[in-house]
């Protein structure tokens, strides 16, 4: 299956810092990519589409200044969570629609945020 | 309308016993519903998927189950073994790629 990568897969921060997560297609060019955040034990809670070259679509309640997603190329999905606090903490995972596929979604492995 | 509902929440089986796990949604729109396996720390991994023209599917020691007019489709997994511990998602999809996950179900399969 096509692969999708994220990076950092931790990272820890002090509370009003930014952090940025990357989510990269690696074998497969990806127009629309999803962001999912997942707390302990729980189901996956889809934050936010982007699109390539478009603004991101926010699902309600999700705040769009808080988590700023950018999709500048077909291959990559930003999300930079800011002024991060306490209850940012969370696991954060990409998710990107492959071309080829038939309503199949790749999954990347997910990145753990602490903020202190 | 949007929800997928799964059940159990957890799940213990003996080696080489049979896991099932169901779910059930409201919404006829939908038209792809895939199994996702993930474990503790990972993404999840797409195990095995089926469309609501067919009754059954099978890969290896997974099935899934899918009963239209009922609404309802489960994952059956055969032989189960320790090695396939971890949580499952259900989901559901209609003309997007906007799924709806189910609650999960954390399996455990004891040696």
């Known amino acids: 299956g096509a692969v999708v990568s994220q990076h950092p897969s931790r990272v820890i921060c002090k509370s009003g810092t930014s952090v940025k997560i990357e989510c990269r297609s690696l074998?497969?060019?990806?127009?629309?990519m999803f962001w999912y955040r997942q707390f302990p034990k729980k189901s996956l809670m889809l934050m936010a589409t982007?699109?390539?070259?478009?603004?991101?679509?926010?699902e309600q309640g999700v705040e769009k200044d808080k988590f700023l997603i950018n999709h500048a190329s077909l291959t990559l999905s930003t999300l930079t969570v800011t002024s991060a606090h306490p209850e940012d903490s969370s696991f954060y995972i990409c998710s990107a629609v492959s071309g080829s596929s038939t309503g199949e979604l790749f999954f990347g492995e997910g990145s753990r945020l602490t903020v202190l | 309308q949007q929800q997928v509902k799964q059940s159990p929440q957890s799940l213990i089986v003996q080696k080489g016993g049979i896991s099932i796990i169901n779910c059930a949604y409201e919404n006829t729109a939908f038209d792809y519903f895939p199994w996702y396996q993930q474990f503790p720390g990972k993404g999840p991994a797409l195990l095995i998927a089926i469309r609501p023209d067919v009754s059954e599917k099978k890969e290896g020691r997974f099935t899934i189950s899918f009963n239209k007019s009922a609404k309802q489709f489960s994952l059956h997994i055969m032989d189960s073994q320790p090695g396939d511990s971890a949580t499952y998602f259900c989901?559901?999809?209609?003309?997007?790629?906007?799924?709806?996950f189910g609650t999960g179900t954390r399996l455990k399969v004891l040696a």
């Open positions: 989901a559901a999809s209609g003309g997007t790629y906007k799924y709806i």
């Open positions: 074998d497969f060019q990806a127009t629309t």
């Open positions: 982007s699109n390539e070259g478009s603004k991101a679509t926010y």
